[in-house]
Structure formats: structure tokens, C-alpha cells
């Protein structure tokens, strides 16, 4: 069965960092397309980074900059660094595998990220 399962979440002050992580114990990790998306109350789920399986990169423009997504192929995990947080990124995170050519995705169950001060 697979497991997506995140970790890292918490409460931090306007101005910190957080590391979120994200364990999916898929086959074939490499050729999965990871992604970290955000709930906030009363909103859609956005997503937030994703790191294709060929290494590219891509970010929603409200955190350009200040959040780093990276993959780890050799231990199946996929992080978010996340940099001079703001309280509007307060969200509950997901991580998200899938894997288009083979109609897979997968979802983590969250983890709740609060900037307060």
C-alpha cells in the first residue's frame, strides 16, 4: 500500500523558516512528478512548488523566492525549505505524487503550517 507522509509542519513567527518533508513509498520514485500544494480555511487548495521528475522546478508566484522544493531519488522524499514566512502562508500542507503516463496519484494527509506571531 502505498504511504505519502509529511512532516515538519508547526508554528513559527512572521520572518522564520520552516522544512516540510515528504516520504512516498512509491516504486520507481524517480518517475514520479512531486508536488506540495496548501489549503487555507475557507480556500482552495493551491499548489504551492512541484519538481517534475526530470529535475524542473516550478513556484506559485506568492512564494518566489522565499521556498525551495527539492527531490532526494535515493530516499524517496521530497522537502520544502520555506524562508521568510509570512501569517497569509499559513495553510495546511500536502505532498502530492503522481505519476501521469500511469494515471497515479497520491496524497499525503497533511501537515498544518501556522505563522503567528
Known amino acids: 500500500q502505498v504511504q505519502v507522509v509529511e512532516s515538519g509542519g508547526g508554528l513559527v513567527q512572521p520572518g522564520g523558516s520552516l522544512r516540510l518533508s515528504c516520504a512516498a513509498s512509491v516504486s520507481m520514485f524517480s518517475l514520479y512528478d512531486m508536488a506540495w500544494y496548501r489549503q487555507a480555511p475557507g480556500k482552495q487548495r493551491e499548489l504551492v512548488a512541484a519538481?517534475?521528475?526530470?529535475?524542473?522546478?516550478n513556484y506559485a508566484d506568492a512564494v518566489k523566492g522565499r521556498f525551495t522544493i527539492s527531490r532526494d531519488s535515493a530516499k524517496n522524499t521530497v522537502n520544502l525549505q520555506m524562508n521568510s514566512l509570512k501569517p497569509e502562508d499559513t495553510a495546511v500542507y500536502y505532498c502530492n505524487a503522481q505519476r501521469i503516463a500511469m494515471g497515479r496519484t497520491y496524497w499525503g494527509q497533511g501537515t498544518q503550517v501556522t505563522v503567528s506571531s
Open positions: 519538481v517534475s521528475a526530470g529535475g524542473r522546478t
